[in-house]
């Protein structure tokens, strides 16, 4: 059975993997850094004092220790790039789905936040689809009936609800508003007809 | 939510207790029903309008501006002294139709 992780778990794994990435790689090359200061010491001696001593056999020591500590380094660079793409990776996702996106780009944060910003409101959509309806009923009911539901919908939305709670009401506000206009029509004709 | 009343009676109730307009009116008889008498915009506006072709109630529009309304003015509605002799015959009635029931059960 397959198990199921959220965006945020996901990128909090890759951001702890590519930390222990990062740990291993600076382990591996101070310990380079130490090996090669001792090679250093025993490069500086004279060739009879490296003859007489076991500098030397420690020398070649040391070389073997410094190869394999590359080999190791290039591995814990490749990690750490891994585990860097899969933390942008799962950032990408995360910003997607309304949470922080830690490693984007002022330029790119600022992209994202204008294209939320700038588009239009389900408050201002409604208002704009009833200013179209308003044409099709009576004043009276353009000025009750409509000023009473963006007076809803305005607090619908300062209520945080969903925004297809406020397009169905102002869908059946809209539908009643154009009934009601013709029940007043009709209504006016049969006060006419006595 | 099915009702016990109609809208005309549950309104002109309402409006006893001082003007008011629709919104506030459908809130008014929910609180006061306790939550038992719902009653929605279909059902308000028209009986608003049949009562005051009926001369039981008057409307005017308010000068209070809300900036929500983009300009357009609440239509408030206060009872005629129709409506409240109506509303009276109407409270009389339903006070002795509740006393029927009390006695018989």
Same mark, same amino acid.
């Given at each position: ?31 380079? $850094? =130490? !090996?090669?200061? &001792?090679?250093?010491? *025993?490069? #500086?001696? @004279?060739?009879? +004092?490296?003859? %007489? /001593? ?52 002022? $330029? =790119? !944060?600022?992209? &994202?936040?204008?294209? *939320?910003? #700038?588009? @239009?409101?389900? +408050?201002?959509? %409604? /208002? ?67 | ?105």
């Amino acid at each position: 059975m397959s198990r199921r992780v959220s965006p945020a778990a996901r990128l909090a794994a890759a951001q702890a993997a590519l930390v222990e990435a990062r740990t291993e790689q600076a382990r591996l090359e101070a310990a380079l $850094a =130490e !090996r090669s200061r &001792a090679l250093a010491v *025993v490069d #500086s001696l @004279p060739t009879f +004092v490296r003859a %007489a /001593t076991p500098a030397q056999k420690h020398a070649d020591e040391v070389m073997g220790d410094l190869s394999a500590i590359n080999s190791q380094i290039l591995v814990a660079r490749q990690q750490v790039f891994v585990y860097e793409r899969k933390v942008e990776e799962a950032s990408r996702y995360w910003v997607r789905t309304g949470g922080i996106y830690p490693p984007l780009g002022n $330029a =790119e !944060r600022n992209a &994202a936040v204008h294209s *939320v910003e #700038s588009a @239009p409101s389900a +408050v201002e959509r %409604a /208002t704009k689809w009833l200013q179209i309806v308003e044409l099709f009923v009576s004043p009276r009911v353009a000025r009750e009936e409509i000023g009473d539901l963006l007076e809803i919908i305005h607090k619908y939305a300062a209520e945080g609800r969903p925004r297809w709670h406020v397009y169905v009401r102002a869908i059946t506000g809209a539908v009643l508003a154009t009934w009601h206009t013709w029940g007043d029509k009709l209504a006016s004709l049969k006060k006419i007809g006595g | 939510m099915e009702t016990f009343v109609n809208a005309k009676t549950a309104v002109l109730q309402a409006l006893i207790r001082g003007p008011s307009f629709g919104l506030e009116l459908i809130e008014r008889v929910k609180t006061s029903t306790g939550g038992k008498v719902e009653l929605n915009q279909g059902s308000v506006y028209p009986a608003l309008r049949a009562m005051e072709r009926d001369g039981l109630v008057e409307s005017y529009d308010d000068d209070e501006v809300i900036p929500e309304r983009g300009g357009r003015p609440r239509r408030s509605y206060k009872i005629t002294a129709e409506g409240i002799r109506a509303a009276r015959d109407t409270q009389k009635a339903a006070f002795g139709l509740f006393q029927l029931a009390e006695v018989k059960g």
